[in-house]
């Protein structure tokens, strides 16, 4: 059962397709992973799915049905803009978006005190927003966009600002989420973040799907048969008829193999010649290096 799927999206701003043509499934249960540099079109396609905007053509599906106003109850939005309102305290914000969102009062402490020391922020209950760091604000976004357990949560750009302790804290909360049912939408142009978090992603471009799929299916896909290679002893002299040295440290060769060549063979072909191979194994292309190759590279970080 796909949570949200996507067919032939269309979205033009006067004269600018911000969105072409873009179709993709997200099951549910998955972490999927929206990408593509700036101006992609992944606020405008996360603005249809939480139908802030509509498309011009095609068809979004939420659970099955066409888009209509009982989803976006289901949908926790994070934007890369947060929002809060900065003149109220922490405790009045929480409680204040968790009624918004259909909690009675009772629930809606419950849900305040909940996240309060899942957090380990008690202190910061009677702090207005303002007084907080971006980061320290970043976090109440966070729990009011999750605390009524959304069925789809999309969240744009989730680390930016956020120090690598808060990183952590955001992202195992995020896999937590997940566990217990949540499907995650999360946009972004930061791609070790990806390779770490998402099983599939869609990558677009222009306003157009450039790749989708899983993450270990593309990078098996875009491989380069590339071995990074440790030994002792001595390597063969006609070893280049066989592989290409792409880098080299004492003991440690990077290597290409010649399409013929299989990995097999060449390992073969190195005790045969009397290396003492210690550590022999493949490197498959970060999603980064796959984005470069179909993308030509982001212009900013
Ligand atoms: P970023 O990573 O920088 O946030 P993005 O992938 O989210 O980029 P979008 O914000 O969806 O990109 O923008 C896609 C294109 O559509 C851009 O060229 C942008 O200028 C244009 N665009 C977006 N919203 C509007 C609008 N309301 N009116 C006119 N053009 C728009």
């Not at 701003?13 to 993709?24: C, E, G, I």
């Not at 896999?175 to 978090?197: A, C, D, P, W």
């Not at 799907?209 to 990078?219: P, T």
């Not at 999603?287 to 993308?295: A, P, Q, W, Y």
Request: net charge neutral; proline share 3%.
């Amino acid at each position: 059962m796909n949570v949200l799927e996507l067919k032939n999206v269309k979205k033009t701003y006067q004269t600018h397709k911000a969105v072409d043509d873009v179709s993709f499934a997200i099951p549910e249960g998955k972490i999927f992973g929206l990408l593509g540099p700036n101006g992609a079109g992944k606020t405008s396609l996360i603005r249809i799915i939480t139908s802030i905007t509509r498309a011009d053509e095609g068809v979004v599906l939420f659970n099955g049905e066409p888009l209509n106003s009982s989803h976006p109850a289901q949908i926790g939005y994070m934007p890369e803009e947060r929002g809060l309102y900065k003149k109220m305290k922490v405790g009045e914000e929480i409680m204040y978006l968790a009624r918004l969102k259909g909690f009675s009062k009772k629930e809606a402490k419950q849900q305040l005190e909940y996240w309060l020391e899942r957090f380990d922020i008690q202190d910061w209950r009677n702090k207005k927003v303002e007084e907080l760091s971006k980061g320290m604000q970043q976090k109440i976004q966070f729990i009011t966009t999750v605390l009524h357990q959304p069925k789809l949560l999309i969240l744009d750009e989730p680390f930016s600002g956020l120090d690598p302790i808060n990183s952590n804290l955001i992202r195992d909360e995020i896999y937590e989420l997940n566990k217990r049912g949540t499907t995650i939408l999360f946009s972004t142009h930061r791609m070790e973040q990806v390779e770490q978090i998402c099983e599939n992603i869609v990558l677009i471009n222009k306003g157009k799907n450039v790749l989708e799929g899983s993450v270990a299916d593309i990078k098996e896909q875009y491989k380069e048969h590339i071995f990074k290679l440790q030994y002792q002893g001595d390597l063969p002299v006609g070893m280049g008829e066989h592989v290409t040295v792409i880098s080299e440290q004492a003991g440690q060769l990077t290597v290409q193999l010649r399409d013929v060549v299989h990995a097999n063979n060449f390992l073969k072909y190195l005790l045969a010649h009397g290396t003492i191979v210690t550590g022999f194994n493949e490197v498959l292309p970060t999603l980064n290096e796959i984005f470069i190759k179909k993308v030509g590279g982001i212009s900013d970080e």
